[in-house]
C-alpha cells in the first residue's frame, strides 16, 4: 500500500467512502491545513528548513513563511500558511524552525491518538466485592431483563435476587421433592424472558421450569425427568419477531447434545395431560420419552453425539448459522456445529474442529462471524465457522490456560481470562491486546472461575469460587469530550497571544487557540508528580507562574523554559491557593494565616526565598483568595468568612470585613496582643453584647464550618466613584453559594444573596467592564448574572434581592475548579474549567461554543449578533462597552482629599485610615448633593424602572434636585485675608501683608511645587512692589518736608 498520498491528521469517520465527491471535497477543504498535508508535504517542508547543503536549520518569519510555502508545496492560500504559522510561534518571537513546526504535527498526532485510545479502550472503576451469600461455587449469573434484577445460583442450590443496583433482595433455596438440598448440585441456570421462567439443571438429571409471576413463592411449574444424563451446560434462544418460537439447548457428561424446540411458548411450553390436577400452581411433569416420541405437540427435540462420551462445557443456538456450538475439552471434535435442513427433523449436518489440548469455552459474534476459544495451551484462537483446518487468527499473551472468553459486540472487542487471573482486552481487527489487567482477587491457587460481562450495563463479572467479584465501566468516554486525562485545576487567558492556559493534577500545561480550540502546546511534568493548584500571568503576560502543593512556585516562559522557582513553603509541602503578582512583588496565600511575599529586586538566583510580611499574622484561619486594588489596596479572604484590607504599600492591615461579626486588630509589635489573640483564636468579638452587625442574636447565625468560607475576591474597578456614590465595589463568594457585595470605603456589607441553593461552595470572576457576573457551583452549573446596575449607590438598608439572572447552564458534570472572562472580537466570552476534565467556552448570553479538546474545531467570527433574551423582566441590552459618568477634572472642590477615604497620610504618619463616622458622614451628605448618575434598577426601594433601549440610556435629564446649603468658603467669610484695598498711586495700603510667595513659602517648598515660570514671575512682581513702594515712600517725604518749610 502506498501511504505518500494519505494524510497523517486525516479526521475522516468510518463510512465516510459513502459519500460524494463534492461533499468530501468540501470536508477536505474545511480541515485545517496541517490536517490536509501528506508526508511528501512534510518531506519538502523539511528540505526547505534543513537543505542537505546547509549544516544548520533555517528560521523563517511569518511574511518568509506565507510567501515561500505555497511555492514549495503547490497548495494552500498564504493565509492558511499564515495561520499555520501563528499557531507555531506560541511565544510571538515572529520566527519558527523545522522543530517547532514538527513539534506541532506531533502534538496534534497524539492528540487524535489519545482520542482513539479512548474511544476504544474502555475506563474501569475500582473493584467492587458483593456479599458472600452462597456457601459453595457460583454457577451461574444473568441478569433479567423484565424484572431488572441479576440472579446468582450456587452449586448447593441457593438462588440469590440482586436488584439493578446489585443490592441483595432475596435468597431463596432451590428444593426438590424427592431429593433433599444437601444432596441436589445444581449444575446451570437460564432464563426464559419471553415466557417469565427459569430453567434450573440439576445432578438429578432434571431441568426444573420455575415461574417467576406465580403468586407461590418461587413454585416450580415443569420439572423434565428421564434424562439420560446429568445436564451440565444449557442454552435459550427465542425469536424475537415471534416469541412463540423458541429453542432450549443443553448439554450433558455422557457427550449429548440435546435441544427442544418449542412452537407454542407464550401459550404453554408443554401439553398439560388430560388427568392433571387443575391446581396450575401443582408442579406437572414431563417425561423425556414423550417428548422424543412426539407426544407433546407443541415441541419437538432434537440431540446428536458427536462428542464422544466427553463432558460437555458449553453449548449455545445461534439463529444466524441456525445451528449448535458446543465444546469439550477434547482435542478432537472440541467443537462441533450441527444443524439441520428445515424439511428434516433429525440433525444431518455436523462439523467440527480439532484443537491441540482442548479448549475451556467459546463464544461466537454474529456480526464478524467469528468464533473465539479458549484454550488450555495458553492462546486465544479465531474460527471461521466455515473453515475448520485453521483458525483465521491466533491472540498470543496469555501465560497460562485462558478459563474464559468473550466478545465486546458493540466495540468489536474480545475479553479473555487466563487461570493466573489476568484479564486482556483484545482489538480483533489488529489482533492486538491493547488492555491488561492483574486480577489478585484470591489467594487461593485452585478456584472455579465465572466470567460474564454484562454488555448492556457495562458490567463484568468475575467469581472465583463463591467470592463475587464485579468492575463497572466508566461512562463512554467517546462520547464525552475531555480537555484533560485528569481534573483541570486552573484555567487563565492570555490577552497577548490570544490563547488559554489550564493545568490539571497531573502537573500538565496546556495552551489552546481561542480562535479554534486547538491545543498547541504542552508541558507535562512541571512540578513532578505534583499537581499544579493554581496559575498566574505577569503584567506583561508573557511569564507564566504555576504553584503547587510541593511548595513551590516555578516562573515559565512559553517555550517551556522555567526561570526562577519561588521556595514558598522553605522545603516543605504546602497549599498554595493564590498568586497575586503586582508591581513590585508577588504575593502567596494559601497555607497559613499569613501572606508570603517576593519582591523582585530578590530574583537574582534561580531559587528565590521569601521574605517577611511587615503586617503579620492577622487571619484566624487559612487564607483562601486575595485581590488587589490600585494603587495600594489588598483583601484576603479566610476559610472563617473574614476579610482583611491591607495598605499594600505599608502592609499593615487596617480593617477587617465578616458579614455578621467584628473583631479588633492586633498589632504585631504588640507581644501582649499577639498572645492575647492566640488565646481567643476561633471566637468572634462582637460589637455589642449578644449583637452582630446586622442586629441578629448569635443563635441566629449558621455557624457550621466553612459555611462563611471566602472562595473568591473580585474588586469592581470599572465603577471609578465608588467613593461618592456609596455603591459596592468588592464582590466576595463562598460558602454556602452566597455573594456578597462590599464597599470598602464605607468597611460595610451592601448586599447579598444565595446564588446557588444547596450548591456548597462557590466560585465567581467578572468581567473587565462589571457588567456580568459568573459564579459556578460544585454540580458543574454555572449562573450569569447582569450587575452593570447592581448596588451602583448608597442604600442605608442591606439588599437581599439578587441581580437580574441572564441565564443559568450546566456545560460540566462535576465541579467548577476555575472561571475566566475575556473580550474577543467584540465579544464577552466565559471560560470554565472543572474537574471532569474538560474546558468549556461560552458567551455571556450561555451559547456554548465548545468543549476544548473536542474533534471538530470552532472558529469565533467577528461582529456576531448577540441573541435577544427574555429572561423575566431583564431585557437584553447591547454587549457594547458603556460610558462611565466622571467628574470633570475643572471640579476638583467636589471631591476633596479627605472625602475620598483612600489614604492620604504623608509618609511615615502611622494614621493609615480616615474615621470611619466622618466617612459616613461625607457620603451621606455628597448623597444628597451630588447626582452622577440615575440608577435603571432601583433597589433600594424595590421597584423596578424599566430600562431604556436608548444609546444614552445611561443619561438623566430631569429637574434638578436642590442643593443643600453649604458653608461659605473662607475668602468670603474673611476676605481681608486675601483681598486688599485698591492701592493708592500703585502702594498697597497695607504694608504688612505677607505676599503670596511669602505665605507660599510659609507652608510648602516652591521650588519643587511651582515651575520656574512662575517663580520667576513672582519675584519680578516681588521687587516691583517693592520698588514701586520705595518711590511713594520718598514722595510722602519730600512732601512732608516742603509742608514743613512753607
Known sequence: MNYQNI????????????????????????????????????????????????????????????????????????????????????????????????????????????????????????????????????????????????????????????????????????????????????????????????????????????????????????????????????????????????????????????????????????????????????????????????????????????????????????????????????????????????????????????????????????RLNLIATAGLNHRVCLWNPYVTSKPTGVLWGH????????????????????????????????????????????????????????????????????????????????????????????????SVFKQVISSDTESTVSFWMIDTGQ?????????????????????????????????????????????????????????????????????VVGWERAITVFRFHDFTPFLVQPEEWKGGAQHREDILCAAFLPPQTLVTGSYDGEILIWNNSTENAHHILHPYHQRRLHSQWDADAQKQFRAEEGHLLSLSAGKTLLGLNSSEIDTTEGNHAVMRLSFLEARKNIAVTGGANLVSCGGSGYVRFWNIFKKQLVAQFVAHSGAGPIIMTTDKMNQHLVTGDSNGCLKIWNIEEYCLNFN???VFQPPPLIKSFQPHEDRISSLETCAHSSRVLIIASSADGSISISDVWGSLIGIFGQMEHWKIKNNIPLPQKDIGEFQAVEDVPRATALLPEEEPFLVSPEQTGFDMKVKGDSTSMLNLEENKNFCTSSKESITLKKKTYDFCHGGLIPKSSSTFRSLHIGALEEVAEVNKPDFLVNPEKYFGEKPEEGCPKNQDIASFAETLRAAFDEKSLFPKEILDRERKAKQLCQQTCSRGKIKRIRKQISLKEK
Open 399 to 494: 501465560s497460562a490456560s485462558v478459563v474464559a472468553v468473550q466478545f465486546f459486540t458493540a466495540r468489536k472487542q474480545l475479553f479473555s481470562f487466563s487461570k493466573d487471573k489476568v484479564l486482556r482486552l483484545w482489538d480483533i481487527q489488529h489482533q492486538l491486546s491493547i488492555q491488561r489487567m492483574a486480577c489478585p482477587f484470591t489467594k487461593s491457587q485452585e478456584f472455579k472461575c465465572l466470567f460474564h460481562f454484562d454488555e448492556a450495563h457495562g458490567r463484568l463479572f468475575i467469581a472465583f469460587n463463591n467470592q463475587l467479584t464485579f468492575l463497572v465501566m466508566k461512562n463512554e468516554t467517546s462520547k464525552k469530550v475531555t480537555s484533560h486525562e485528569k481534573p483541570v485545576t486552573c484555567v487563565l487567558y492570555n
Open 796 to 798: 442605608e438598608d442591606q
Open 519 to 587: 491545543k498547541i502546546k504542552q508541558f507535562t511534568g512541571c512540578h513532578g508528580n505534583a499537581e499544579i493548584s493554581t496559575m498566574a500571568l505577569e503584567p506583561s503576560e508573557k511569564r507564566l507562574l504555576t504553584g503547587s502543593p510541593d511548595g513551590t512556585i516555578k516562573i515559565w516562559d512559553f517555550n517551556g523554559h522555567c526561570h526562577h522557582t519561588l521556595n514558598v513553603g522553605q522545603d516543605r509541602a504546602v497549599d498554595i491557593s493564590q498568586i497575586l503578582v503586582l508591581k513590585k512583588t508577588i504575593l
Open 7 to 366: 494524510p497523517l491528521l486525516e479526521n475522516a469517520e468510518p463510512g465516510s467512502q459513502s459519500f460524494s465527491k463534492t461533499k468530501s471535497d468540501e470536508k477536505y477543504e474545511e480541515e485545517p491545513l496541517e490536517n490536509r498535508l501528506t508526508v511528501d508535504d512534510f518531506k519538502k517542508i523539511q528540505n526547505f528548513f534543513e537543505p542537505p547543503e546547509l549544516d544548520h536549520t533555517i528560521c523563517m518569519t511569518r511574511e518568509e513563511f506565507m510567501e515561500r510555502m505555497p511555492e514549495v508545496l503547490g497548495h494552500g492560500t498564504k493565509e492558511e500558511y499564515g495561520e499555520l504559522f501563528d499557531k507555531v510561534d506560541v511565544a510571538q518571537d515572529d520566527s519558527i524552525t523545522w522543530d517547532k513546526l514538527i513539534s506541532l504535527v506531533l502534538l496534534n498526532l497524539s492528540e487524535k491518538d489519545e482520542r482513539a485510545k479512548s474511544a476504544v479502550i474502555p475506563q474501569w472503576k475500582d473493584p467492587q466485592l458483593l456479599p458472600m451469600i452462597h456457601k459453595d461455587a457460583i454457577q451461574k449469573v444473568i441478569f433479567l431483563k423484565s424484572s431488572s434484577r441479576y440472579l446468582t445460583v450456587s452449586k448447593e442450590g441457593l438462588l440469590g435476587i440482586w436488584e439493578e443496583n446489585l443490592k441483595l433482595q432475596e435468597k431463596l433455596p432451590i428444593t426438590s421433592d424427592v431429593i433433599k438440598l444437601k444432596n441436589l448440585w445444581v449444575t446451570s441456570l437460564v432464563s426464559l424472558e419471553n415466557v417469565n421462567k427459569i430453567a434450573v439443571a440439576s445432578t438429578n438429571k432434571e431441568i426444573c421450569f420455575y415461574d417467576l409471576l406465580s403468586t407461590k413463592e418461587f413454585s416450580c411449574q415443569y420439572k423434565l425427568q428421564g434424562l439420560g444424563s446429568t445436564p451440565v451446560c444449557m442454552h435459550y434462544w427465542y425469536n424475537p419477531q415471534d416469541a412463540n418460537e423458541s429453542i432450549l439447548t443443553f448439554g450433558d457428561i455422557a457427550g449429548k447434545v440435546q435441544a427442544i424446540s418449542f412452537s407454542t411458548a407464550l401459550i404453554s411450553l408443554f401439553e398439560k395431560p388430560a388427568m392433571s390436577p387443575s391446581d396450575e400452581e401443582t408442579t406437572m411433569t414431563i417425561n423425556w420419552a414423550d417428548l422424543v416420541s412426539g407426544y407433546h405437540r407443541c415441541c419437538s427435540t432434537l440431540e446428536h453425539r458427536l462428542h464422544n462420551q466427553e463432558w460437555v462445557r458449553q453449548v449455545i443456538y445461534d439463529a444466524s448459522l441456525d445451528a449448535i456450538i458446543s465444546s469439550t475439552t477434547s482435542h478432537v471434535n472440541t467443537v462441533v456445529l450441527a444443524w439441520r435442513e428445515k424439511s428434516k427433523q433429525k440433525w444431518i449436518k455436523k462439523t467440527s474442529f480439532n484443537i491441540a489440548q482442548g479448549i475451556h469455552t467459546f463464544d461466537y459474534h454474529s
